[in-house]
């Protein structure tokens, strides 16, 4: 979930296992959503997107569920791998391709241990 | 492809001096995004551009901080003088109008003003 002062929230699993990351949007009147990944001393790295006319999207390993009614996103990752270990960040924005400005979440840092 | 290029990866200076963080963003993207990175604060949108003209600086910090966009292929953030609370990770991103709203960001810029 979203993180409240200085603290990141944190997740750990075990390698193989599901991960899901949640995160709690704050503006209803955004309509499009981005999960992005971010490895230690790397930029922000997209992951998988959705608009607000979807619940689900699912890619390669990974699925976005968006519930517009208590402005909740998560992010499912099935079969977790050590290379997924890094920081995700949910990012909301009113429309796609109009280039308006994310608004970023303060991250969660998932850890998978071997 | 090169994606989006930063320069310098690092940069430690003093208090009082000026320091010029560099971005080349990816080719045809005709909007660009900096961001400023911390521990305390998250990932923060300072400015962007749109066709080489600033759309929103609102999250520049104060008068300190100045960017400029004189073509489609480059793009500065001044900061002077320097402050030690100004040390964070400066994103530099790029996006195109009409595409999906994803945003590429590049590998970032380390500053420290001591």
């Known amino acids: ?114 | 492809d090169a994606g989006v290029i930063q320069s310098p990866r690092h940069e430690v200076t003093e208090m009082g001096q000026e320091v010029t963080l560099r971005c080349k963003p990816i080719s045809g993207h005709n909007s660009l995004f900096w961001y400023r990175q911390t521990m305390m604060r998250g990932l923060e949108l300072l400015i962007y551009f749109n066709n080489n003209v600033p759309i929103d600086d609102s999250g520049m910090p104060e008068d300190r901080f100045s960017a400029k966009m004189p073509n489609a292929s480059f793009s500065t953030l001044k900061i002077q003088p320097s402050e030690p609370r100004d040390s964070a990770v400066y994103f530099c991103a790029s996006s195109l109008t009409g595409g999906r709203g994803e945003q590429y960001f590049g590998p970032g810029t380390r500053l420290t003003v001591t």
């Open chain 1, 1 to 114: 979930g979203e993180s409240v002062g200085l603290h990141l929230p944190t997740l750990s699993v075990q390698e193989g296992d599901n991960s899901i990351i949640n995160c709690a949007y704050s503006n209803s009147a955004s309509d499009y959503f981005i999960w992005y990944k971010q490895e230690s001393g790397k930029g922000p790295q997209f992951i998988i997107d959705i608009r607000s006319n979807m619940d689900k999207r699912q890619g390669q390993r990974v699925t976005v569920l968006l519930n517009k009614t208590v402005k909740h996103l998560s992010l499912q990752i099935a079969a977790t791998q050590p290379g997924d270990s890094a920081v995700y960040f949910c990012a909301e924005t009113l429309s796609p391709g109009s280039n308006y400005k994310l608004t970023f979440g303060k991250g969660t840092l998932l850890t998978v241990n071997p």
